[in-house]
């Protein structure tokens, strides 16, 4: 991911703002996944499924 946002050549993709964005989601969202996993209340999906697929597991889960 680091090099990914380097190549991108954005003014703010220092290694060293890049290395703190990372912290910041592990620290944050990272913990916030297991606070919901652990009710269980995470969906997780396939970021290759179609509009229509996750549209229908998403109603799927909430009934």
């Known amino acids: 991911m680091k090099q990914r ?3 991108r ?3 703010d993709d220092q290694p060293d703002v890049i290395e703190r964005r990372i912290n910041m989601f592990k620290e944050h ?5 297991d606070y919901y996993q652990g009710k269980q209340r995470l ?3 396939s970021g290759e ?8 597991k998403i109603l799927s889960y909430l009934q």
């Open 5 to 7: 946002s380097l190549k």
């Open 9 to 11: 050549g954005l003014m």
């Open 29 to 33: 969202t990272l913990t916030l996944l």
């Open 43 to 45: 969906l997780t999906l």
């Open 49 to 56: 499924l179609s509009t229509d697929e996750v549209e229908q």
